[in-house]
């Protein structure tokens, strides 16, 4: 039996537009073709992510960017065949009698290509500032209001070492240990998974969504290129390791 054979529904939990597709894209696409219900948790609008240069690069820093993030995100997850999607802090996934919480993009350095540091200067509202049983209790309020049959996110290193992908990592865990959600990290070494999956067939689909992240990235070919101008492959196989 496979992990995914008793799985009828899964919440991915991911910091910033974007990584749903980048890291989980095929994946989604994937679990959507097998009639799985799949629900997409985002922590912060990726505020302080860098701007392609282009017709969008006005907008770096600015509340116009968070808006056009909100939007790319939007058309990224229907690309996805993802139509149920919910911010963290805001209900359902703020803890019960709370006012609504923005939790913001904590930014990051490079501290060598392929992993990545914090930022030199965070702000308050940054996600990593906030104490992480408080982000965790908005985190179960979801999980009690979907009860999903598994979450899905970042391994312990957040894929890259984003200091953002690493607290929700830490958050993920501590909210499913509480509700007893069974939770799967995704991992980029076949050694390391309880299951392989080569997706290949959703290439055209993740290209779509990934399309709509244009203040993000552009697609050329089969590679992703980062504001910055960093190259990667589009990442077609993954794996699940179950914790
Ligand atoms: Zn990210």
Do not use: K
Not at 176 to 186: K, M, S, V, Y
């Amino acid at each position: 039996m496979t992990l995914l054979d008793t799985v009828s529904s899964v919440l991915l939990v991911h910091a910033h537009p974007d990584d749903e597709t980048i890291t989980t894209g095929a994946l989604a696409a994937e679990l959507v073709s097998r009639g799985i219900r799949v629900w997409l948790l985002t922590a912060t609008r990726g505020e302080r992510g860098e701007v392609v240069p282009g017709p969008l690069t006005a907008l770096e820093g600015t509340d116009a960017l968070t808006r056009e993030r909100e939007i790319e995100l939007d058309r990224a997850a229907n690309a996805l065949g993802l139509t149920e999607r919910y911010w963290l802090g805001e209900d359902p996934a703020r803890a019960p009698g709370l006012p609504p919480r923005r939790y913001r993009d904590s930014g990051m350095t490079w501290i060598r290509p392929g992993l990545a540091g914090p930022a030199s200067d965070v702000d308050a509202a940054a996600l990593v500032r906030a104490a992480p049983a408080d982000t965790a209790a908005d985190l179960i309020a979801l999980l009690s209001h979907l009860n999903p049959s598994l979450v899905i996110s970042y391994d312990n290193g957040g894929g890259y070492g984003h200091p953002d992908h690493v607290r929700m990592h830490e958050v993920a865990v501590a909210a499913t240990n509480f509700t007893g959600t069974p939770f799967a990290e995704i991992v980029a070494d076949p050694g390391e998974a309880d299951e392989w999956f080569a997706l290949d067939r959703h290439l055209n689909t993740v290209t779509a969504a990934l399309s709509c992240h244009a203040s993000q990235l552009t697609v050329d070919g089969a590679h992703i290129v980062h504001s910055g101008g960093q190259r990667e492959p589009i990442t077609m196989s993954m794996g699940l390791h179950r914790r």
